[in-house]
T-cell receptor
Framework: DTAVSQTPKYLVTQMGNDKSIKCEQNLGHDTMYWYKQDSKKFLKIMFSYNNKELIINETVPNRFSPKSPDKAHLNLHINSLELGDSAVYFC?????????????FGPGTRLLVL | DAKTTQPPSMDCAEGRAANLPCNHSTISGNEYVYWYRQIHSQGPQYIIHGLKNNETNEMASLIITEDRKSSTLILPHATLRDTAVYYCIVRSNSGNTPLVFGKGTRLSVIA
């Protein structure tokens, strides 16, 4: 069973389109995240949600809007896609393991904007 | 910004121990040392974490110096499947803190 799943795995779209990426975790965690990995392979936090509430928004453009319908899901909607949005987007959830908080990542969604 | 410094790349012969160093000289008393790795095209994978004692699990061992300013991740018998980018991250244990990734160390395990 996949702990953190994302759909789609690949997404190719035209500039200006609106698209969504879905994330689900079956670990019972309260906190979920979206990270972006750019072409230079730097992984950077975008958003953090705890129990459906936004905790962190790391200066991400307003075109990006996370939505958490319940604590097992954190979807990412992107409006007016731009070339620079091309990247790999990773969803993660976190729970306590061995006395410290540990994050579990999904397989990633590879977004290519043409 | 990441609070850790790692060598950009390392090679290791298959079957030998891989020792990956990490400097974290500004670590605070309540911050843990975490190690994650990212195998090509996959999401980051948790390996191990520690506060001040050495730790071992089925994947690796973590050796933290007494002053906590540096640590070493040890993969005791590296295999080709261990080829990945390894990230050393220091992080408070207070809830909901995201991981701050640096550039990591690209470990190549060679047959």
């Amino acid at each position: 069973d996949t702990a953190v799943s994302q759909t789609p795995k690949y997404l190719v779209t035209q500039m200006g389109n609106d698209k969504s990426i879905k994330c689900e975790q079956n670990l019972g965690h309260d906190t979920m995240y979206w990270y972006k990995q750019d072409s230079k392979k730097f992984l950077k936090i975008m958003f953090s949600y705890n129990n459906k509430e936004l905790i962190i928004n790391e200066t991400v453009p307003n075109r990006f809007s996370p939505k958490s319908p319940d604590k097992a899901h954190l979807n990412l909607h992107i409006n007016s896609l731009e070339l620079g949005d091309s990247a790999v987007y990773f969803c993660a959830s976190s729970g306590t393991f061995g006395g410290a908080e540990t994050q579990y990542f999904g397989p990633g969604t590879r977004l290519l904007v043409l | 910004d990441a609070k850790t410094t790692q060598p950009p790349s390392m090679d290791c012969a298959e079957g030998r121990a891989a020792n990956l160093p990490c400097n974290h000289s500004t670590i605070s008393g309540n911050e843990y040392v975490y190690w994650y790795r990212q195998i090509h095209s996959q999401g980051p994978q948790y390996i191990i974490h520690g506060l001040k004692n050495n730790e071992t699990n089925e994947m690796a061992s973590l050796i933290i110096t007494e002053d906590r300013k540096s640590s070493t991740l040890i993969l005791p018998h590296a295999t080709l499947r261990d080829t990945a980018v390894y990230y050393c991250i220091v992080r408070s244990n207070s809830g909901n803190t995201p991981l701050v990734f640096g550039k990591g160390t690209r470990l190549s395990v060679i047959a």
